[in-house]
Every structure is written in structure tokens, then in C-alpha cells.
């Protein structure tokens, strides 16, 4: 059956030319007009704030594609079609997502250099990155890593020193399919705190972000891809849960990744 109304998602409910939908995980704050396309969308208007989206439905004149006619004639793959028309959609409206502000004022072409659309990050929403540190074996401060060292410079350098010095444990596991590995663990924290530029001030009113991660180096791959072409893991890093230390942390990791725990390396 034909339906007058926009499609959204899957969970759309339909009334005449209006579509009303729930977001779930997507929330932004939205007014946009979009022409028809040639995936089959038609012309209509957004609105979305507070998880909720309605589309109107609109008559195809009110907002038009760029239509622009490529010649093929000249190709022999061609076969006598002449060409096609390349169909361009067109936006007008702003985006509000997660502190980035995305204004569409004509073609969207997915080219950065034809595309009519800027975005900016507002700088009293980011987090700015202010601390990379490393902890020792009792969860005590190792070293606090240089920051924003640039690669190959005396800070990066210092830096990759002090990785290489921290203290590390050793633990050995067998993976999911009883092969034995090791993995080596070390503890890293970092900290971000809230607004940027002109609006660091702000974060004397919000507290900082601060993240402790178990940083994991095992001596194979891992995982129930290893060995196909997708390859498994030999290195990523985990949250630490309030407490945790080196073996409490990867014991927690191991049931949930069908790894049965050994115990410290000899």
C-alpha cells in the first residue's frame, strides 16, 4: 500500500503525512528540510528533541534535488543508454548532537569540497583532555605522563620512557579454544575536565572526568576470530571497576570473554 507519510525507522507510527517516532539512542535537537532522493525518500520536514522525531510530509516542489544528467555516451559499456540522472538531495536546517552543531544550507554531495554544510563543536559541551598517568602494582602513582608530547620530540620520548618503566603484571590464561597465553597488564588513568577555550572556566562547576583502565598486551591472539582473516585481539584496554587491581580486573575480564584464569606468571 502507498503511504503519504516519510519513513524514519522501523518503529514509525503513521497518521495522514505526518510520521511520529521514539529515538532510543539517538537524541538530537533537529529542524530540517530535505528534498526527495533517488533511494526512494521523499520531501519532507524533521523535527526531533527530547528522543522524539515527526516528519512532515511535503509536496516534492517545496524543496527540490538537484538533478544533473551524466553523459555516457561515449563508453562502450554505455550500450546506447546515453547517460543518467545523478540526483542530488538537498538540506536546510541545523543539527543538535552530543555538543556538535551541524548546519545544512543546500547540496549534500557526502564531497567536503562541494558539500553546502559546516559543523562546529561547541566548546562549552567538550571535554578537555588534561591528564594521562600510570599506577603501579598496589594502584599507587607511577608518573604522570608529558602532555600533548608531540611524536619524536624530548616529551614524547620522556614519556615512552616512563610506559617502559612502569610496573607491570604477568598473568597466564587459557583462551576460549584452552590454548595457553600470557597477558601482561598495566594501570593507566586519564582525566578530562569541562569546557574549552574561553569556557574552561566551567569546569570549576562540574567535576572531572577521570577513567582508570587496565591496558592488556597478551602473547598471542585471542578470541574466536584468531586465526581467520579477521584475526582476534593481542591488545586493548578495560575499565577498572572502584578498587580493582591488576588480577581482580582481568579476572573479572576472563569469564566474560569465555577465558578460564591461571594465575600469576612464574
Wanted: aromatic share 14%; glycine share 10%; charged share 25%.
Amino acid at each position: 500500500m502507498n503511504r503519504i507519510a516519510a519513513r524514519w525507522g522501523d518503529n514509525d507510527t503513521y497518521f495522514g503525512p505526518f510520521t511520529f517516532a521514539k529515538d532510543t539512542t539517538w537524541r538530537p535537537l533537529a529542524i530540517q528540510l530535505s528534498s526527495g532522493d533517488d533511494d526512494g525518500r521523499r520531501c519532507r520536514l524533521r523535527f526531533s528533541g527530547f528522543g522524539r522525531t515527526m516528519l512532515v510530509a511535503l509536496p516534492e516542489w517545496v524543496c527540490r534535488a538537484e538533478r544533473k544528467w551524466v553523459d555516457t555516451s561515449h563508453y562502450e559499456w554505455s550500450k546506447g543508454k546515453g547517460g543518467y540522472w545523478d540526483i542530488i538531495p538537498r538540506e536546510y536546517g541545523f543539527t543538535l548532537s552530543d555538543g556538535h552543531l551541524s548546519v545544512s544550507h543546500g547540496r549534500q554531495t557526502h564531497d567536503s569540497s562541494t558539500e553546502q554544510r559546516w559543523g562546529w563543536f561547541l566548546p562549552w559541551t567538550q571535554w578537555r583532555f588534561v591528564r594521562h598517568s600510570l599506577y603501579g602494582l598496589d594502584g599507587a602513582l607511577f608518573a604522570d605522563l608529558p602532555p600533548r608530547a608531540r611524536w619524536g620530540s624530548p616529551e614524547h620520548e620522556r614519556g615512552e620512557a616512563l610506559k617502559d618503566a612502569c610496573p607491570t603484571a604477568t598473568f597466564a590464561f587459557r583462551d576460549y579454544d584452552g590454548e595457553a597465553l600470557m597477558v601482561t597488564t598495566k594501570i593507566e588513568e586519564r582525566a578530562w575536565k569541562l569546557g574549552e577555550g574561553w569556557f574552561k572556566w566551567l569546569s570549576v562547576f562540574r567535576a572531572q572526568k577521570v577513567r582508570r583502565s587496565l591496558d592488556l598486551r597478551f602473547s598471542g591472539e585471542t578470541g574466536k576470530r584468531k586465526g581467520s582473516w579477521k584475526g582476534g585481539t593481542i591488545g586493548h584496554s578495560i575499565e577498572m571497576l572502584p578498587g580493582e587491581l591488576h588480577e581482580a580486573a582481568f579476572r573479572r575480564y576472563c569469564p566474560e570473554h569465555d577465558m578460564t584464569f591461571v594465575g600469576p606468571a612464574a
